[in-house]
Nanobody, 114 residues
Framework: VQLVESGGGLVQPGGSLRLSCAAS????????MRWYRQAEGKERELVAT????????GYADSVKGRFTISRDNARNTVYLQMNSLKPEDTAVYYC????????WGQGTQVTVSS
């Protein structure tokens, strides 16, 4: 299993970023995918979840209405569109799949600062 995140960077408050996670090594379309984040000095937290066909999504209260998770099963990729970013969204963002155990990518840094 390999998960490779991309799309992070430095953005001003109120800005947007789109994260991508390219997956391989498992049947992507058969598994729920998740995005987590971990801010410095804090525990890793669940941000968003998407079911296998993308028909159902869930979000942490802190990002509801601002973030959108989606997936393209033909491309084995899951996305996280982040709008109206706030300084408290600064963190390393990880995509995740549970297939007998948790698998994580290397993470992508998102920094929201003026």
């Amino acid at each position: 299993v390999q998960l490779v995140e991309s799309g992070g960077g430095l953005v001003q408050p109120g800005g947007s970023l789109r994260l991508s996670c390219a997956a391989s090594g498992f049947t992507f379309s058969s598994y729920v995918m998740r995005w987590y984040r971990q801010a410095e000095g804090k525990e890793r937290e669940l941000v968003a979840t998407i079911t296998t066909a993308g028909g159902s999504t869930g979000y942490a209260d802190s990002v509801k209405g601002r973030f959108t998770i989606s997936r393209d099963n033909a491309r084995n990729t899951v996305y996280l569109q982040m709008n109206s970013l706030k300084p408290e969204d600064t963190a390393v963002y990880y995509c995740n799949v549970f297939w007998f155990r948790n698998y994580w990518g290397q993470g992508t840094q998102v920094t929201v600062s003026s």
